[in-house]
């Protein structure tokens, strides 16, 4: 697609309940990254991928989240067991390469409400 | 701990008037530095990326300024329009080879242009 492209646009879910988030980065881009964007905070790096492997997952927050990324292409990024400050706007990121950790191009993200 | 602070955290100007958004941060060490527009319930999109030798770098009616030795960077806005209304967010890189994690992420500055 032209851009990078995130579903759903939004999710209201219950506590407790596991949700995944998809992202379709741009065609041909190796880097993909994961952030969250709470309210009134700086966006948090979660996770990186290098086509389909994840060198740096040092962001996420918990063993509640996961990620994972096929053919190089769309990434999932799965929480379990939901929690209310998992709360947040998901924003996924692509690069043509991973050689500088800028992510170039965003979604615009997913914006997930845990009730 | 690596940080970026920006001022003001909000910001209502008239339609037509220039603005300065600043950015200090202490991520070190440093590689380079990049504002972000955000528009509401979209992703953020890069303005300009400046390196350590670049003193000012322009994109149309933004102009942004580093200071490598104060660790400050401003984002100047001309003759500002309605469309100039969101976020502006400064990112700093330390150095490192790949990797999204040495990113640090200001809160932005919520710019709004009124008639």
Not at chain 1, 70 to 89: C, K, N, P
Not at chain 2, 50 to 75: C, I, P, V
Request: charged fraction near 20%; charge should be neutral; glycine fraction near 10%.
């Amino acid at each position: 697609g032209a851009g990078v492209s995130q579903s759903p646009s939004n999710k209201v879910t219950e506590k407790g309940k596991d949700v995944e988030l998809r992202c379709d980065p741009i065609s041909g881009h190796t880097a993909l990254y994961w952030y969250r964007q709470s309210l009134g905070q700086g966006l948090e790096f979660l996770i990186y991928f290098q086509g389909n492997s994840a060198p740096d997952k040092s962001g996420l927050p918990s063993d509640r989240f996961s990620a994972e990324r096929t053919g190089g292409s769309v990434s999932t990024l799965t929480i379990q067991r939901t929690q209310q400050e998992d709360s947040a706007v998901y924003l996924c990121a692509s690069s043509l390469t991973g050689d500088t950790p800028w992510p170039q191009h965003f979604g615009d993200g997913t914006r997930l409400s845990i009730l | 701990k690596n940080q970026v602070e920006q001022s003001p955290q909000s910001l209502i100007i008239l339609e037509g008037k220039n603005c300065t958004l600043q950015c200090n941060y202490t991520v070190s060490p440093f590689s380079n530095l990049r504002w972000y527009k955000q528009d509401t319930g979209r992703g953020p999109v890069s303005l300009t990326i400046m390196t350590f030798s670049e003193n000012t770098k322009s994109n149309g009616r933004y102009t942004a300024t580093l200071d490598a030795d104060t660790k400050q960077s401003s984002l100047h806005i001309t003759a500002s329009q309605l469309s100039d209304s969101a976020s502006y967010i400064c990112v700093v890189s330390a150095e490192s080879t790949g990797g999204g994690n040495k990113l640090t992420f200001g809160t932005g500055t919520q710019l709004k242009v009124e008639l």
